[in-house]
């Protein structure tokens, strides 16, 4: 067994490629992509060393092409959720006595394989799976998920080295840091493939086994990743990957007495009724479970008087419409002073009418589909009402088809009431409000985007006044997790903004950080005496 005090490598955020014509990035992926769309990917689920394929088998399509066939994944029951509980629960012991700096050097070559041999299959998979352009898929699929898994190998040796002070003589404390008793649920989302390799990842890489449930809409890049975790070592049974229903997964995970915790980014509702369910099995459990989530946003952008409009301009463009407004963190209501909306209004129309629509593999695009039917519908319909409302009006956009993708052009609503509920509903589409307030009531305005929202994920203030900005900065300090000065709220990088929100939001572990990975330890302080007491009687006693 090796031994000496491991120095990891100093993590460094990974290049973003820019995909430019001519390039030879974008001759790799195109490639990437042409090959993806001619195979139909047979995915199986992967518990402990087995494959497992059913008699289930659902189809996968492009959300910009729904008629065509990426391919099939094999659904499971509760039969393989209970098959892959036992097979993390049987790869723990040596997962967890494994040396810690082996668990990192697997996560290390999983780090270059996705940034090298995997990274024009990961970002096509994104692509066509979930819809992403060039850019967005380089940005979450290669760049930020190798981020994940460089950074969280610094963090974790950092907690490993936390140690209490050495100075009491004849004592020596130390601390060491134990896997959780049990096995981890990881309940990961469709719109980042680096949220969905994370959130099983880190606390496998903390010593624990886990079961991961995707999105079943991004079930065809988790797979890939999965050949990423495969291929770099990671032994069988760390993480099992299963493709159930929500109610499956839950009935069984949920009552089972080795359940230790769960990693979760996805919608408010759901993650309260886990937390509640949790609760109401509380005394089922060996541990009480680590509860992990990252949750809903409605995001805000609040402009002051003094604002750059082009600074303005870009960050509402960019914050509200990228991915189509699906990113937990995109700009979905904004808040903008009277004496700056005619100007802004008229660039705003200028941007939106030059954006092309259409499918990923055309990198002229800059506006793809939103993720499937039912998200379609439910955005769409919020369109609908606004446009019958007394109380709003769509001002640009509106359009939207499902004929061939579900497409819906970028939408501004103007909202003539502080209280309408686009203003305060969470739409995870390309959707973006505008509230117009007099100058004057700047300091009101902070108060009213303070309260009109349960969430508290990300926000932004836009001004060149200093003064207003510190309003700003502290007016709006429970509003958001992560906050933005002079900048779009979306964008968080790895190293630099740990992600996560509170109130609506979710737990604020803060993704990409040691806080995050210290959720999945569990410390325990050892004494050692050297010269210890032999008589009870203390001296106060003579």
């Known amino acids: 067994m090796l031994k000496g005090f491991f120095n990891v490598p100093a993590p460094v ?74 097979a993390a629960l049987a790869a723990k012991g040596d997962w967890e006595h494994l040396q810690w700096e082996q668990r990192a050097a697997i996560f290390l070559k999983a780090a270059e394989l996705a940034s090298t041999k995997y990274r024009y299959k990961l970002n096509a998979a994104t692509m066509l799976g979930q819809s992403k352009n060039a850019y967005q898929a380089e940005i979450d699929a290669a760049c930020e998920f190798t981020d994940f898994l460089r950074f969280n190998v610094a963090y974790m040796s950092e907690i490993y080295s936390q140690q209490p002070p050495a100075n009491s003589k004849g004592i020596w404390n130390r601390v060491e840091q134990r896997p959780l008793e049990g096995f981890v649920f990881a309940l990961t989302p469709f719109n980042f493939t680096a949220i969905a390799g994370n959130l099983p990842a880190c606390v496998a890489m903390m010593g624990n086994v886990v079961v991961w449930k995707p999105s079943n809409t991004q079930i065809y890049s988790a797979n890939v990743l999965m050949q990423v975790f495969k291929d770099a070592g990671l032994p069988d049974g760390v993480i099992n990957l299963v493709y159930v229903s929500g109610p499956d997964a839950g009935d069984v995970i949920f009552k089972h007495p080795d359940f230790a915790g769960i990693h979760f980014t996805g ?54 419409f990228e991915y189509q407004g699906q990113k937990c963190s995109a700009a979905s209501r904004a808040y903008i002073p009277a004496s700056l909306w005619a100007d802004l209004k008229v660039r705003m129309e200028q941007d939106l009418q030059s954006f092309k629509i259409g499918g990923t593999e055309d990198f002229s695009n800059f506006i793809n589909a939103v993720i499937d039917e039912k998200a379609f519908d439910k955005i769409t319909s919020y369109i609908d009402r606004a446009k019958d409302s007394s109380d709003a009006e769509v001002i640009i956009g509106g359009d939207y088809d ?45 108060k009213l985007v303070d309260r009109t929202s349960i969430y508290a994920l990300t926000g932004a203030v836009i001004a060149q006044d ?50 995050n990975l210290l959720r999945w330890v569990s410390p325990r302080t050892i004494k050692e005496t050297f010269h210890p007491d032999t008589d009870y009687r203390y001296p106060f006693l003579g």
Not at 484 to 490: E, P, R
Not at 507 to 513: E, P
Request: glycine share 10%; hydrophobic share 35%; aromatic share 8%.
């Open 13 to 86: 955020n990974e290049p973003v490629n820019s995909y430019a014509p001519g390039t030879k990035e974008r001759a790799l992926l195109e490639a990437a992509i042409q090959e993806a769309r001619a195979t139909e990917a047979d995915i199986p689920m992967y518990i402990g060393n087995k494959e497992v394929r059913t008699d289930k088998k659902v189809k996968l399509c492009p959300p910009h092409d729904h008629q065509h066939t990426l391919g099939y994944y094999h659904e499971g029951g509760k039969e393989q959720v209970r098959e892959a509980i036992d």
């Open 267 to 320: 919608s408010t509702g759901v993650f309260q009724n886990i937390w509640k369910t949790i609760g109401e099995n509380i005394h089922q459990y060996k541990t009480y479970p680590r509860i992990v989530g990252e949750t809903g946003g409605k995001d805000f952008i609040v402009a002051h008087p003094s604002a750059d409009l082009a600074v303005l301009n870009m960050a509402l463009v960019r914050g509200a």
């Open 402 to 446: 499902k004929s061939k993708g579900y497409f819906i052009h970028p939408t501004v609503i103007l909202a003539k009431t502080p209280d309408y509920e686009t203003l305060s509903e969470e739409l995870f589409g390309p959707v973006l409000t505008i509230y117009v307030y007099e100058d004057v009531d700047w300091v009101e305005t902070l």
């Open 466 to 515: 200093r003064y207003a900005i510190e309003e700003a900065t502290q007016a709006l300090r429970n509003a958001a997790g992560n906050f933005y000065i002079n900048d779009k709220c979306t964008g968080a990088v790895v190293g630099q903004q740990p992600f996560g929100g509170a109130r609506g939001s979710g737990t604020n572990d803060k993704a990409g950080s040691m806080i």
